[in-house]
């Protein structure tokens, strides 16, 4: 008797030892990533005029449509003037800005332009491409500084460290202190990593707008694929199939296949898809199908589980007053398993989420530095996104960025499961 | 052996007095309204019904009893093929309703099933409002073509399953809310609201306690007026009082068919005898 009491309160501990532990792990978890990762949403920024100098930007009125003129000529007009102001300097212009703020800088160029990110030179161009107007004004802008800058100031780097282990020169790194303590470089919240494609070049604006649009896509496909053809298998297998050794065949094989390691789906879709159907690789079409095939034996097995769950006596019961087999499913079962489904649902989907295996096969993990439009672009995934940050040279800044990467994913997901539960409570409550 | 136990017991005075069914079927022609002949039953290779005839009259209530596991529930699933649904199971055998082979290709089994309909032994209410539970038969069967005329089918059928005054005011309540008895009443309201002319009924009472048990047996009563009634029960007492004839089932066979008088007072085979005194069962 007293044995049993104490192997009771035994177990009764060890339980909540398990909990403490497991919800100790995930607020590490949880504690360092948003340790690393929020101060990257935060990056250090120039704040300053910059003059659209005419003499450095000398270039004539964008062209306009003229009259009786065909939209081939006006194009060719317009690629043309693009083509003469990609030869403008403006990497001239943000020297002169900063020589503004730093005097010193006026003989050394290159060091200055060592300063702030390259891909602000393009963001220059592409202002004065939308309003070339601006030619001549003086305008009050944020600029992006350059990933080691930001990396310098931040600390993420040791200050002591000899200048040959060093990623700046000993001017550069003197000048980014004195901008810092004149206000002219803030470290200010920027939207250049949810607006911005991955980038080599201009690391300090590489941002996961393309892999979270692939990833968006990818999730669009496998729901609007896998929701029916899973939900319609399930719903054949559990209601239809007569049970014979084929049905037993491909129950057996569903189980198997939800077991299948999921790199093993990144090969079937890169032989399938693209070398039978050839299908753009890299595009996330092809990664959607992939999760989808990877995705399909979960939604099935769990959505069979939640038409199993549906009491007999309510089909007994349509049956009974003289609904079809159909219809008693239609009627009945689904709405009462559609919590289940639901679930089953999410969990597939953010299983195809979180999944880069499969995707590395069908050559999703290329460095793709623009946006995919539609589906049959080019891009990366979250995932990938996050593989390939944490695996950059320049770790001290990359670091810090994969893990706002992890976040916009968790965000993703818990988007999601929001979505879900929401459905779950709006099907459960309508009688 | 059944055939001569066949009845000849319905008695005249019944026919005669078929009533005028409201929206139901044709009446019952010289009053047989279900007959079977030779019906076998086999769930895969095992037979669980023996070539089984009877007939059954317009207006009657029947009981079917006998020890558990010999075939009445699998029998009374014959008239509206319910076993049908049941995977590996087959029927042989001749079953009439009006006349006419409910197994005939030109019989669609859904229209069968609005003519007969079917209570269960445990109370299955759809998880909807009391309103919809009632409704969804005729809104299947597309038996009205409004809103008040629905409204009138479902405050008639719960009316005449004796519902109507304890839910009249909560028809949007879920009809899973119900009591145990309420909720039996509810699965016979639905089953009378697509207008069926036999009602069977699975050991309706056998989830209930002894007070909704007898509201149920007063109900009977009142719908044998309209309706033909075959009912399952394992409780003697209420083979005696609801019934007017009693049919005996024994692994699969049918061993004695006729009124509930004499079935329960001068059995004509040993082994009715036997059960209905209570040696075995
Ligand atoms: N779905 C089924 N599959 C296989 N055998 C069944 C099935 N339903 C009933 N049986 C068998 O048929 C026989 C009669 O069952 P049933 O009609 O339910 O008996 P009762 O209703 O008289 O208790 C039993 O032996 C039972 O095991
Ligand atoms: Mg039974």
């Known amino acids: 008797m007293r044995r049993r009491q104490v192997r009771e309160k035994l177990f009764h501990w060890s339980g909540i030892a398990a909990v403490v532990i497991a919800l100790t792990l995930v607020g590490i978890f949880f504690g360092t990533i948003l340790k690393t990762g929020l101060p990257a949403f935060w990056q250090s920024t120039f704040v300053m005029d910059v003059h659209f100098d005419p003499e450095v930007v000398q270039i004539g009125p964008k062209p306009e449509p003229m009259p009786g003129e065909s939209p081939a000529a006006y194009q060719q007009r317009f690629n043309q003037w693009q083509l003469d102001l990609g030869f403008v300097d403006f990497g001239q212009i943000i020297h002169k800005s900063i020589v503004k703020q730093l005097p010193e800088a006026a003989e050394h160029p290159d060091e200055t332009l060592a300063l702030v990110t390259s891909g602000e030179l393009f963001a220059l161009r592409d202002r004065v491409v939308a309003d070339p107007g601006i030619i001549g004004q003086t305008v009050r802008l944020k600029l992006l500084a350059d990933a080691n800058v930001d990396v310098w100031l931040k600390g993420n780097i040791d200050r002591d460290l000899p200048d040959t282990q060093q990623q700046l020169s000993p001017l550069v790194r003197a000048w980014a202190d004195q901008l810092q303590a004149s206000g002219v470089i803030q470290n200010k919240f920027s939207t250049a990593i949810f607006m911005n494609p991955d980038s080599r070049s201009s690391l300090a604006s590489a941002g996961l707008a393309g892999a979270f649009m692939g990833s968006l896509f990818m999730m669009i496909i496998v729901i609007l694929l896998a929701m029916p053809i899973g939900v319609a298998a399930a719903i054949y297998l559990e209601e239809f199939a007569p049970k014979n050794r084929l049905t037993d065949l491909i129950e057996v094989n569903i189980n198997n296949l939800a077991a299948v390691p999921s790199i093993v789906f990144g090969l079937l879709g890169a032989v399938v898809f693209i070398m039978w159907f050839n299908l753009p690789m890299s595009s996330s079409l092809v990664g959607g199908l992939v999760l989808t095939l990877m995705t399909l034996p979960t939604v099935i097995i769990a959505t069979r589980a939640a038409l199993k769950a549906v009491p007999p006596s309510i089909r007994e019961a349509a049956l009974g007053v003289g609904a079809s087999k159909m219809q008693a499913i239609t009627h009945h079962v689904l709405p009462l398993a559609r919590p289940g489904i639901l679930t089953a649902m999410i969990i597939g989907v953010a299983q195809a989420l979180g999944e880069t295996g499969p995707l590395l096969l069908i050559g999703m993990s290329a460095f793709v530095a623009s946006i995919p439009a539609t589906p049959f672009d080019q891009s990366t995934a979250l995932p990938v996104q996050i593989y390939l940050w944490e695996s950059n040279e320049l770790r001290n800044f990359f670091e810090g960025r994969g893990s706002a990467a992890i976040i916009v994913l968790l965000g993703m997901m818990l988007a999601l499961n929001a979505v879900a539960i929401w459905l779950r409570k709006r099907f459960e409550t309508r009688w | ?281």
């Open chain 2, 1 to 281: 052996m059944m055939e001569n136990n066949m009845a000849q017991a319905t008695m005249g005075a019944k026919l005669d007095a078929l009533p005028n069914k409201p929206g139901g079927g044709p009446a019952a022609s010289g009053g047989i309204k279900l007959s079977s002949r030779d019906v076998r039953v086999f769930y895969g290779d095992n037979e669980a019904l023996h070539g089984v005839s009877m007939d059954v009259m317009a207006n009657e209530v029947v009981a079917f009893i006998g020890p558990s596991g010999c075939g009445k529930s699998t029998f009374l699933r014959c008239f509206n093929r319910m076993n049908d649904t049941v995977a590996g199971a087959r029927v042989t055998g001749q079953i009439t309703l009006d006349g006419r082979d409910i197994h005939d290709h030109a019989i669609d089994v859904v229209q069968l099933r609005a003519q007969v309909g079917m209570v269960f032994q445990k109370p299955n209410p759809f998880p909807k409002p009391i309103y919809e539970n009632v409704a969804y038969g005729p809104r299947l069967h597309g038996l009205t073509s409004s809103k008040s005329e629905l409204d009138q089918i479902v405050e008639s059928s719960l009316r005449r399953a004796g519902l109507w005054e304890e839910v009249k005011d909560r028809l949007d309540a879920p009809g899973t809310g119900l009591s145990g008895g309420q909720q039996q009443r509810l699965c016979i309201a639905r089953a009378i609201a697509v207008s069926p002319d036999v009602i069977l009924m699975d050991e309706p009472c056998s989830a209930l306690d002894p007070i909704a048990t007898a509201k149920i047996e007063e109900l009977i009563h009142e719908l044998k007026e309209n309706y033909t009634i075959i009912i399952v029960t394992h409780n003697m007492q209420q083979a005696a009082r609801v019934s007017d004839r009693t049919a005996f089932f024994h692994l699969g066979d049918l061993i004695e068919l006729g009124t509930t008088s004499q079935i329960f007072t001068t059995p004509k085979q040993q082994r009715t005898e036997d059960y209905v005194t209570g040696r075995y069962g």
